[in-house]
């Protein structure tokens, strides 16, 4: 009798834990879509959401994010949450760090912007030249890319990222409906953009 019923524990207690595991998993996967709005753009009436994984130093996605930012404020009513992934370069976790610090003086999206704009960013004078443009107290960015906060943010989109199990980037979700890793062969265009868009309502 001792025996079974311990047997009977040991299993509610992996039972526990298993559900706990899958629960956490769901809701570690379901909560891409979701972000602080310092951490997103979000025009008024926004009735749909694009997660955009993506990497600086990648090609593909500083092609890409002229056509999605163009084909957003065509649209209008698309919410935008940047997940920026660590690539190997030292200098990239740098931006990525001053991007995600911009966020606690309003400018997230901004920074996150200005730095595919001005491509190819390569010192850290030439990062802070793109900060002082959008009016960001450089010193303030400063102490806070390497604050708690800030580094927090960056594991949360490596966390989801890997949640995902995403082979690379770029990589988009819209709604959460639709996956999409465009490659050289599938370049979006606008009109691609536009049309994912509008194909999501419909769904």
């Known amino acids: 009798m001792k025996i079974k019923k311990i047997r009977n524990i040991i299993l509610v207690i992996v039972v526990f834990f298993v559900s706990a ?3 956490y998993g769901i809701f570690s996967v379901a909560g ?3 972000a602080n709005k310092a951490y997103m753009h979000e025009p008024s009436g926004a009735d749909i959401t694009i997660v955009d994984f993506n990497q600086y ?3 593909l996605c500083r092609i890409i994010h002229p056509t999605l930012i163009e084909a957003m404020a065509k649209d209008g009513k698309v919410r ?9 370069s030292d200098f990239d976790s740098t931006i990525v760090h001053a991007v995600y610090a911009a966020a606690s003086q309003g400018k997230f999206i901004q920074m996150h912007n200005a730095v595919y704009n001005s491509w190819p960013v390569e010192t850290l004078g030439e990062l802070m030249s793109i900060a002082e443009q959008l009016g960001l107290d450089t010193a303030q960015l400063r102490s806070d890319m390497d604050s708690k906060k800030v580094k927090q943010k960056i594991q949360e989109s490596e966390d989801y990222f890997a949640a995902w199990k995403l082979p690379g980037v770029p990589a988009f979700f819209i ?3 639709i996956r999409y890793m465009p490659n050289r062969s599938e370049m979006p265009t606008v009109d691609t953009w ?4 509008e194909r999501v309502r419909n769904l």
């Open 175 to 177: 709604d959460k409906k």
């Open 57 to 59: 130093g990648c090609d």
């Open 194 to 197: 536009l049309e994912k868009f």
């Open 80 to 88: 935008y949450i940047p997940r920026i992934v660590l690539s190997d």
């Open 32 to 34: 891409v879509f979701y």
């Open 21 to 23: 595991f899958l629960v």
